[in-house]
C-alpha cells in the first residue's frame, strides 16, 4: 500500500538515511539544504512516499510566492531522489501527490532540473509522458543549477587518477606540493572568516556577486559541523591564499564554492584543493566528484573558457543534463509566468548591455 508523508523536523533522519541511499543522491535534496534556503525567501516543503512502510521516493520542494499574477511555483533543485523499488504505479502515486500538494499551496507549476542526463532519452520521455515540459529558458531565475558539469570517475586508484589528468594539471599539482603549499581542514569559524574574506576578494577580481556571510555561518551549522560539508584551505608560507568548500550526499561529493587571494597565485594552491577534495571523496567511499558548472564547451571566446579548461584537466567527463522541466498546474497562470519571466529577462539583456556600453566608453 503507497503512502504520502509531509516531512518536518522529527522525520529529518529518515528523509536524509533515505536521500543519500536513493539512486541519484544529491545534497540539494537534502534537509538541511531546504532549511538553508527559508533564510533567503523560500518555504521549504518535503514529501516522501512510501510502499508497506519503505520509502521509494522523496522530494523537497521550494515554494516561493508570485507578485503580481499570485499564487507561487514549487522548484526542486536536482529532484525528485527515487529508490530502487521505484515501480511504475509508485511514480503515478507520487507525482499525483506533488499536483494535490502543490494546488493545496496554490502554485502554478513545480520546476525540476533532475539529475538526467541528455543520453537517458528514456528517463526524459518518461517525464514528459508525466505532463513535464521543457522551460523556456531563462538567466534570471536564480534556483536552476548548471546544465554542464564535468565529472570525475574516483572509483580507480590515486595513482590511475594521476595518470588520467592532463599533464599541465599534473605538473601544476606537483608545483603546488614542491613549493609548499599545504591544505588543511577549516577547524572553525574564524577560518570561515577568512575563506569569506578571500571569496570577497576573488568576487571583485572575477566580477560575480556572493551571498553575505550569514549564508555562510548557515552552510556551517548545517553542513560542515555535520560533516556532511568541509571547508578546505590553502597555505602558503603560513598564510591562507585560497580556499573550497564541497558537500557530501551518498556516493557523491561535489565541489561548490571556491576562493584563490590576488597574492601567490603562481604557486598553484586551486590544483591542490582539487586533488584534496577527491582524496576526501574517496576516503568516504564515494565513486563520483562533481566539479560543478562549466560553458558548453572550450570556445576560447568565452570568458569562462579558463574554468573550463582546468576542470577537463583533471581527467573529468563533460556531461550534460537535460535542463529545467515544468509541470503546470494552471494553465493561464503558467502563460502569464512565462509571459513575465521572458519580459524580465529581456530586461536582464537589456541593463547588461547598457553596463557593457557605459564601459566601453
Partial sequence: MYKVHLIGEDKREMYNRFVHSSLRPHFLQT?????????????PLRLMVTRDDTP??????????????GGSIFYAPRGPVI????????????????????RKQGAILIKIDPDITVQERDAKARLE??????AVSVGGFGGIQPRYVFRLDISRTEDELMAGMASKTRYNLRLAIRKGVKVRRGENKN?????????????????????????????WD????????????????GKVIAGTIA????????????????????????????????????????TVYDMRGVPPSADPNNPLAGLYRFKKGFGADFTEFIGDYDLPFSTVRYFLWQWGMAAY?????????????????
Fill in 191 to 219: 577560518d570561515l572568516r577568512v575563506f569569506y574574506d578571500i571569496l570577497k576578494e576573488t568576487a571583485e577580481r572575477d566580477r560575480f556577486l556572493i551571498r553575505d556571510y550569514s549564508y555562510f555561518e548557515k552552510i
Fill in 345 to 361: 529577462e529581456k530586461y536582464l539583456n537589456y541593463v547588461k548591455h547598457k553596463q557593457k556600453g557605459q564601459e566601453e566608453h
Fill in 222 to 237: 548545517l553542513f560542515i559541523a555535520a560533516d556532511t560539508a568541509r571547508l578546505f584551505l590553502a597555505e602558503y608560507q
Fill in 31 to 43: 534537509y538541511e539544504w531546504g532549511e538553508l534556503k527559508s533564510s533567503t525567501g523560500w518555504q
Fill in 247 to 286: 558537500f557530501h550526499c551518498g556516493n557523491r561529493v561535489w565541489y561548490l564554492y571556491g576562493a584563490s587571494s590576488n597574492q601567490h597565485r603562481n604557486v598553484m594552491p586551486n590544483y591542490l584543493l582539487q586533488w584534496e577534495m577527491i582524496r576526501w571523496a574517496k576516503s568516504l567511499n564515494c
Fill in 56 to 69: 521509494i521516493a522523496a522530494i523537497s520542494l521550494l515554494q516561493r510566492k508570485l507578485p503580481l499574477i
Fill in 83 to 102: 529508490g530502487k523499488d521505484f515501480d511504475s504505479k509508485g511514480e503515478e502515486f507520487f507525482w499525483q501527490e506533488v499536483k494535490k500538494l502543490g
Fill in 129 to 134: 509522458d508525466l505532463g513535464f515540459r521543457p
